[in-house]
């Protein structure tokens, strides 16, 4: 015997209602997304903290020994001068192997990542980033024994005079 399979049509208000809670559903979503994304300055976005994660993993970072200069304001976020050192030894087991420069608020919080070894004397670097708004830039020294260092600096961008 065949199995007859029956279908049933959808009335006007099946389809109202089926849209109608799609949308609730959507609108929830993106409000929520939307919440931990937005330009609330004290968040830190949902990129920023993967990307943190995947840098240091489970270490805890230790605050010290790492200097972060940013000016307090920046009156145009795309160009904004930095320097960062990190106070090393810089002998063949003791050395900082990698620095990385991250922004919480920026569509793409890796700014910057430097690598050195013993050879390179000091662990130090000068330039210039982009940032989309106020927030906080984080520098992160990796030590050769795996060990992290942390920074952290809040930095106020202005376009013309105002804030944002």
């Not at 010290?64 to 200069?69: I, W």
């Not at 060990?147 to 376009?159: D, Y």
Request: glycine share 10%.
């Amino acid at each position: 015997m065949r199995q007859v399979r029956q279908f049933r049509i959808a009335s006007r208000r099946d389809v109202l209602v089926g849209a109608l809670e799609g949308a609730a559903v959507l609108g929830l979503l993106t409000s929520t997304a939307g919440a931990v994304l937005s330009a609330d300055d004290d968040r830190r976005s949902i990129a920023f903290w993967n990307l943190y994660r995947n840098i240091i993993g489970e270490a805890e970072p230790v605050e010290g020994k790492v200097a972060l200069t940013l000016d307090e304001i920046a009156e145009n976020g795309n160009n904004v001068p930095f320097e960062i050192a990190v106070e090393s030894p810089m002998t063949d087991g003791d050395y900082v192997k990698s620095l990385y420069l991250l922004s919480t608020a920026n569509p793409q919080p890796g700014v910057a990542r430097f690598h050195f070894t013993p050879l390179s004397g000091k662990a130090a670097v000068k330039g210039r980033m982009r940032l989309a708004r106020t927030q906080d830039v984080i520098a992160l020294a990796e030590e050769s024994n795996g060990a992290f260092l942390i920074a952290t600096r809040r930095i106020e961008v202005t376009i013309g005079g105002c804030g944002n």
